[in-house]
């Protein structure tokens, strides 16, 4: 739980730290991913509502990023990738943390479900619910399934964004969630077998940890080809299509060969070259996961035109 320093030990806080509070690369990916899922959906907001339904979806992934830091604040001090933090650099207290985050997450909620449908300002609630709570506060210090399930929490903007615009859950809005929820697991293993000393020194039970960079890379291949057909069946539903469906070919091919590459490989070799397999995979999952739902968001741009869908 977070470590509540004293007002003599904080530093000076300024806006850029609380903007930081919020993880605003975890925010981007967030509102990207709701923003194809509102702007895929085959209903046409206004462009006012559609944009107070971006900012409150946005402003729940803040809440969510500001309630993680004000708890895993004692084991972000211990690891080199989070030590930086407002929270363990001691720049944002951890009780602003925690009321910043339960405002925003009130107000998040609250002003979804007024702007466009109650079931999308619930599926906001349960989000983060599951984020702080579910994730944070049991399963990442408790079981190396912590990303496996973990991985909803990410996985829900482009379903809520869908919701937000129809009011409704389709097969769409699912297999948009599928896509993200199956992408974490190798993306983040990947980012693991480099990073395993801090999470080792924090006691953070990921599969590295608990059963071995071997058993790691194993679980890295076969994530990435349960990942596939949900990919790839994508491109045949109404948000899908040709262009869509030659991305998806092309990421999902080179991303198998990336999580081959790192089955294949042994410790001896990874530390030799400094896990430079691994960080090309980590990378290329970002760019992964980016192109996909780019896609998505080219179908609907070309399809008025003729061009998009099939």
């Given at each position: 739980?977070?470590?509540?320093?004293?007002?003599?030990?904080?530093k000076?806080a300024?806006?850029?730290?609380?903007?930081?509070l919020l993880?605003?690369?975890?925010?981007?990916?967030?509102v990207?991913?709701?923003l194809?899922?509102?702007l895929?959906?085959?209903?046409?907001?206004h462009?006012?509502v559609?944009f107070?339904?971006i900012?409150?979806?946005?402003?729940g992934?803040?809440?969510?990023?500001?309630?993680n830091?004000?708890?895993?604040a004692?084991?972000d001090?211990?690891m080199?990738?989070?030590?930086?933090?407002?929270?363990?650099a001691?720049?944002?207290e951890?009780?602003?943390?925690l009321?910043?985050g339960?405002?925003?997450?009130?107000?998040?909620?609250?002003m979804?479900?007024?702007a466009t449908?109650?079931l999308a300002?619930?599926?906001?609630?349960?989000?983060?619910?599951f984020y702080?709570?579910v994730?944070s506060?049991?399963?990442?210090?408790?079981?190396?399934q912590?990303?496996?399930?973990?991985?909803a929490?990410?996985a829900?903007?482009p379903?809520i964004?869908w919701?937000?615009?129809?009011g409704?859950?389709?097969v769409?809005a699912?297999?948009?969630?599928m896509?993200?929820?199956?992408?974490t697991?190798?993306?983040?293993w990947a980012?693991?077998?480099?990073?395993n000393?801090d999470y080792?020194?924090?006691?953070?039970?990921?599969?590295?940890?608990?059963?071995?960079k071997k058993?790691?890379?194993?679980?890295?291949?076969?994530?990435?080809?349960?990942?596939?057909?949900?990919?790839i069946?994508?491109?045949?539903t109404?948000?899908g299509?040709p262009?869509?469906?030659a991305?998806?070919?092309?990421?999902?091919a080179?991303?198998?060969?990336?999580?081959?590459r790192?089955w294949r490989r042994?410790?001896d070799?990874a530390?030799?070259d400094?896990?430079?397999?691994?960080?090309?995979?980590f990378r290329?999952?970002?760019?992964?996961?980016f192109?996909?739902?780019g896609?998505l968001?080219?179908e609907?741009?070309l399809?008025?035109?003729?061009?998009?869908g099939w």
């Amino acid at each position: 739980m977070a470590d509540i320093r004293s007002f003599d030990d904080m530093k000076e806080a300024g806006f850029g730290d609380f903007v930081q509070l919020l993880k605003p690369r975890v925010m981007s990916l967030v509102v990207f991913t709701a923003l194809v899922g509102l702007l895929v959906a085959p209903v046409h907001l206004h462009p006012v509502v559609g944009f107070a339904a971006i900012l409150f979806i946005a402003l729940g992934a803040g809440a969510s990023g500001a309630l993680n830091m004000w708890w895993d604040a004692d084991i972000d001090a211990i690891m080199r990738r989070t030590k930086s933090r407002p929270v363990p650099a001691g720049k944002v207290e951890a009780g602003e943390a925690l009321g910043i985050g339960l405002a925003l997450s009130g107000i998040s909620v609250v002003m979804l479900a007024l702007a466009t449908n109650i079931l999308a300002g619930a599926l906001l609630a349960f989000t983060i619910f599951f984020y702080a709570v579910v994730y944070s506060m049991w399963l990442k210090r408790s079981t190396p399934q912590n990303i496996v399930i973990g991985g909803a929490a990410g996985a829900f903007p482009p379903m809520i964004g869908w919701v937000a615009a129809t009011g409704y859950i389709s097969v769409e809005a699912c297999l948009m969630f599928m896509l993200i929820f199956m992408w974490t697991p190798p993306h983040f293993w990947a980012l693991a077998l480099f990073m395993n000393e801090d999470y080792s020194q924090a006691g953070v039970p990921m599969l590295t940890v608990t059963h071995g960079k071997k058993s790691t890379r194993k679980h890295i291949i076969l994530y990435t080809i349960a990942l596939v057909p949900f990919a790839i069946a994508t491109a045949f539903t109404s948000i899908g299509g040709p262009i869509y469906l030659a991305v998806a070919v092309v990421l999902n091919a080179e991303f198998l060969r990336g999580a081959y590459r790192i089955w294949r490989r042994d410790e001896d070799q990874a530390a030799a070259d400094k896990y430079k397999v691994e960080k090309s995979v980590f990378r290329f999952s970002l760019l992964y996961l980016f192109l996909h739902f780019g896609a998505l968001l080219a179908e609907a741009a070309l399809r008025p035109y003729g061009f998009g869908g099939w």
